[in-house]
């Protein structure tokens, strides 16, 4: 018992560190602007107090800017519903910046009761997993979601409709849908990771890609609402890719930690 509610005190202080590091930054994207000022000739961005035009309403127009075709207007509905889509993406950017402190506290949690060779295997795919969230959502915002939104809205020009579209229903489908693709390009991480760990074998990935296949249909029908099942495949195609590239690195790194060990053995 005196180990269990030692473990659940430790988790206590980490989650409340991560929590403190999430509203700090909450706080500051809520309370301030990025304002240019030119200084010695270069334009440098600095913190402005703004709690209306703050750096997460500055995010979500540049959203709106690159994403939704340009005779699209977007509404608010209700009084609240832009006060509600600027804290959606106030929580957005905190947690994007917060994440390192996050993870840190996960790491330091988990640490004690892993052997060393697992630690060294998370290690080192810390800073891989990272990259490909950040690859995923950034090539989600830049290159899919305006074409997937022309889409949609293209159906509306057809019919003669004057595009409009509520301002919360764009934030949740727009945050929604950048978090699922960051968090679809973590399959090659996370399998690379299990066969590191011993725990799945490099040719299982190999042997069930049928499964991959369905499996990244049902995802991407969960987590990109559309029509016609564009938006599904939008998202199920880079996951299929995603789980073949997985599976060679897997098997490589697999192929790489046998020679290891047999040197050693040696």
């Known amino acids: 018992m005196d180990i269990i509610q030692k473990n659940i005190d430790e988790l206590r202080v980490r989650a409340v560190r991560a929590l403190i590091a999430f509203f ?42 690159h994403v939704l075709p340009k005779n699209v207007e977007l509404i608010a509905l209700k009084p609240t519903d832009a006060m509600v889509a600027d804290i959606y993406s106030v929580m957005f950017l905190a947690l994007l910046f917060s994440m390192p402190f996050i993870v840190i506290e996960i790491g330091k949690f988990v640490a004690p009761g892993l052997k060393r060779r697992e630690l060294q295997a998370i290690k080192s795919l810390g800073i891989p997993a990272a990259i490909l969230f950040a690859i995923g959502s950034l090539f989600g915002f830049w290159y899919v979601f305006p074409v997937l939104f022309r889409i949609f809205f293209y ?25 699922s693709f960051g968090l679809s390009f973590e399959m090659p991480v996370i399998m690379v990771g299990l066969t590191k760990l011993k725990i799945v074998p490099a040719s299982f990935w190999l042997r069930n890609w049928r499964y991959a ?38 098997k490589r790194v697999e192929k790489s930690d046998e020679g290891v060990y047999s040197v050693a053995a040696d």
Do not use: C, H, W
Request: hydrophobic content about 55%; glycine content about 8%.
């Open 24 to 65: 700090v930054f909450f706080l500051i994207f809520f309370t301030f602007k990025v304002e240019y000022y030119r200084i010695l000739g270069m334009r440098i961005p600095l913190l402005y107090p703004d709690p209306y035009d703050n750096a997460g309403a500055q995010f979500l127009k540049l959203s709106e800017y």
């Open 155 to 179: 159906f509306d020009f057809a019919v003669g409709s004057s595009p409009t579209m509520g301002i919360a229903n764009y934030t949740s489908f727009f945050f929604m849908y950048i978090a």
């Open 213 to 250: 296949v369905v499996g990244s249909l049902i995802f991407g029908l969960i987590f990109s609402p559309g029509v016609l099942g564009v938006s599904m495949m939008i998202m199920a195609l880079p996951m299929m890719a995603l789980y073949v590239l997985g599976a060679f690195i897997a």
